[in-house]
């Protein structure tokens, strides 16, 4: 599959100026207190990781519905479109809650995946983008299930909620087309090549740069998560919308 098939979603860092540093023998320490429970490292990369993957695979959704050749490839592409929209929403909401910077570029890494793409057409792009989406959605269906297991946040838990759904969504639809190569694909998604960090890292937002917004499709029907309903939880906590993109 290229240059994007040796390459695969694996655990985010976050660097130290955005208030996420990996801390690799101690994921679960407690780094804050709040009023929707204890906060720890991996829950605050966690946050990271889904606002990431939603900055790449919604543009790749995007191009999906302009470039896909068949009926799978479209359909696939909009429930990216739509599921990542309604995860960026969520994303948005709880982070200033729990003082988590966001970043509003991918990782080199995954904005690999999005330049491949963009280079692919016919059936090439549609067999990349199915096999390259099946591979980073099976990477991260783990590490929900692992905090959602874990967390004692209940903002953490929602969205481990929402992106758990979301995710197995977005496997069954890249399965549905027809074209994932399953043993090669398993294989790149369990056997990671070691990249560096640096490869693996969204850059920081710049200072005053507007908050980038995925836009939901004009008909949505994925949902944030209500947030009214949690323990301690504070909907009005939410930021205002920012400047939407796409």
């Not at 890494?109 to 793409?117: A, C, D, H, M």
């Not at 890292?201 to 949902?223: C, I, K, M």
Request: hydrophobic share 35%; with cysteine; net charge neutral.
């Amino acid at each position: 599959m290229g240059g994007a098939m040796a390459m695969t979603l694996v655990a985010l860092a976050y660097p130290s100026m955005l208030g996420v540093t990996k801390v690799t023998t101690a994921q679960d320490r407690v780094i804050a207190n709040t009023q929707w429970g204890p906060l720890t490292e991996q829950d605050r990369d966690f946050v990271v990781k889904v606002r990431a993957a939603g900055l790449w695979e919604y543009p790749v959704g995007q191009m999906g519905l302009q470039k896909g050749t068949t009926p799978g490839v479209i359909t696939a592409s909009k429930h990216l479109v739509d599921g990542h929209a309604a995860l960026d929403t969520t994303c948005r909401k709880i982070a200033p809650m729990l003082n988590i910077t966001l970043p509003n570029l991918a990782s080199p890494q995954q904005q690999g995946f999005v330049s491949q793409l963009k280079a692919d057409s016919g059936r090439k792009f549609d067999s990349d983008f199915a096999n390259i989406l099946r591979m980073t959605h099976g990477a991260i269906f783990n590490t929900i299930s692992k905090i959602r297991s874990t967390t004692k946040n209940s903002l953490v838990r929602a969205l481990a909620d929402q992106a758990n759904n979301t995710v197995l969504d977005h496997m069954t639809v890249m399965e549905k087309t027809g074209l994932v190569d399953f043993d090669q694909t398993l294989f790149q998604q369990t056997t990671p090549p070691k990249l560096p960090a640096s490869d693996l890292t969204p850059p920081p937002p710049a200072a005053g740069q507007p908050e980038v917004v995925l836009t939901p499709p004009p008909n949505p029907t994925s949902t944030p998560v209500d947030l009214s309903g949690l323990t301690g939880g504070n909907a009005s906590a939410a930021p205002s919308p920012g400047p939407t993109t796409g």
